[in-house]
């Protein structure tokens, strides 16, 4: 690995495992000769294991990174937490196909096809992912609705059983992630319920109004998602009756103002594009260059 890096001459490395020892040693290896990146998506909570991680970053991560390179504006503060000044921290590294989901958005937009409005979970079927709150507050939503959307279920996962037999969800397993774009050209709203959801990736690949549940209010605020009335709500984890409530007024509102939703998440998922990741990178990369040039030259 070390010499396969050592051939390539890199101008930056970006690593995505840093507590991976062999991408340490490199990290190691690397220093003053390359802009070194340590990635990560994860926020502050204030756990006991990144209390810890706060007082030895000095020790064990400093003398190996040069920035962090970060998700978005929860992970700026934990990276402020580990000792990282704000010139030293860039966002933007969780990327995904945007092209590809950006031609969905396009051909419904085009069609303005409202026929297919139904509400999609794509995740992990797993107790943090909120599947039974979601299941909980659907049943209320569908109770009350005269014409109730279906819900549409992505994912596998150890509660996959509590989707059988449910009135309107449909249950479709894992999706490959190729069939995605598809998938999601059949829903108008996405819903993250997740107890805890350190990015919300999912989001970002949906040109959709969405609405996300965290696990501070605080954070939820800080998503670059979604903007409460505007293209999606946001409301406290495990809220059922809160939950139920935004599905019951998202699923009245009009066509137009479903569109309008749909142009500003569309517009938010600009947020991260690779040409974003590949500019952001380029740009460090070459400021890193420029004040490494003098000291190598007074050497």
């Given at each position: 690995?070390?010499?396969?890096?050592?051939?390539?001459?890199?101008?930056?490395?970006?690593?995505?495992?840093?507590?991976?020892?062999?991408?340490?040693?490199?990290?190691?290896?690397?220093?003053?000769?390359?802009?070194?990146?340590?990635?990560?998506?994860?926020?502050?909570?204030?756990?006991?294991?990144?209390q810890v991680g706060r007082l030895?970053?000095?020790?064990?991560?400093?003398?190996?990174?040069?920035?962090?390179?970060?998700?978005?504006?929860?992970?700026?503060?934990?990276?402020?937490?580990?000792?990282?000044?704000?010139?030293?921290?860039?966002?933007?590294?969780?990327?995904?196909?945007?092209?590809?989901?950006?031609?969905?958005?396009?051909?419904?937009?085009?069609?303005?096809?409202?026929?297919?409005?139904?509400?999609?979970?794509?995740?992990?079927?797993?107790?943090?992912?909120?599947?039974?709150?979601?299941?909980?507050?659907?049943?209320?939503?569908?109770?009350?609705?005269?014409?109730?959307?279906?819900?549409?279920?992505?994912?596998?996962?150890?509660?996959?059983?509590?989707?059988?037999?449910?009135?309107?969800?449909?249950?479709?397993?894992?999706?490959?992630?190729?069939?995605?774009?598809?998938?999601?050209?059949?829903?108008?709203?996405?819903?993250?319920?997740?107890?805890?959801?350190?990015?919300?990736?999912?989001?970002?690949?949906?040109?959709?109004?969405?609405?996300?549940?965290?696990?501070?209010?605080?954070?939820?605020?800080?998503?670059?998602?979604?903007?409460?009335?505007?293209?999606?709500?946001?409301?406290?984890?495990?809220?059922?009756?809160?939950?139920?409530?935004?599905?019951?007024?998202?699923?009245?509102?009009?066509?137009?103002?479903?569109?309008?939703?749909?142009?500003?998440?569309?517009?938010?998922?600009?947020?991260?594009?690779?040409?974003?990741?590949?500019?952001?990178?380029?740009?460090?990369?070459?400021?890193?260059?420029?004040?490494?040039?003098?000291s190598m030259a007074a050497t």
């Amino acid at each position: 690995m070390s010499a396969a890096v050592e051939q390539f001459l890199p101008d930056a490395i970006v690593c995505l495992s840093w507590r991976f020892a062999p991408f340490r040693a490199i990290m190691r290896t690397w220093k003053q000769r390359a802009l070194r990146l340590a990635c990560f998506d994860s926020q502050w909570v204030g756990s006991s294991k990144q209390q810890v991680g706060r007082l030895v970053a000095p020790i064990y991560m400093h003398p190996l990174y040069d920035m962090a390179f970060v998700a978005g504006p929860r992970q700026i503060v934990f990276a402020r937490k580990l000792g990282f000044s704000p010139q030293n921290i860039i966002e933007g590294f969780a990327v995904c196909d945007w092209d590809r989901f950006a031609k969905v958005y396009r051909q419904r937009t085009n069609s303005r096809d409202d026929s297919s409005n139904a509400f999609l979970f794509v995740g992990r079927l797993a107790p943090v992912k909120g599947i039974e709150v979601l299941l909980a507050a659907y049943r209320i939503y569908r109770s009350s609705s005269a014409q109730p959307w279906p819900l549409i279920v992505s994912g596998i996962g150890p509660n996959q059983r509590l989707l059988s037999g449910e009135p309107g969800v449909e249950y479709i397993g894992f999706t490959q992630s190729a069939e995605v774009p598809g998938l999601m050209g059949r829903a108008s709203c996405l819903v993250l319920p997740s107890v805890f959801e350190p990015w919300g990736s999912c989001c970002m690949k949906l040109r959709r109004p969405v609405w996300e549940s965290y696990v501070r209010r605080s954070a939820a605020r800080a998503t670059p998602f979604v903007s409460p009335g505007e293209n999606g709500y946001v409301v406290e984890p495990g809220d059922v009756q809160g939950l139920a409530a935004a599905m019951t007024r998202f699923a009245q509102i009009s066509p137009d103002q479903l569109q309008r939703c749909r142009q500003v998440s569309f517009e938010r998922s600009q947020y991260l594009t690779p040409a974003l990741f590949s500019q952001r990178l380029i740009e460090a990369a070459t400021r890193h260059a420029a004040q490494r040039a003098p000291s190598m030259a007074a050497t």
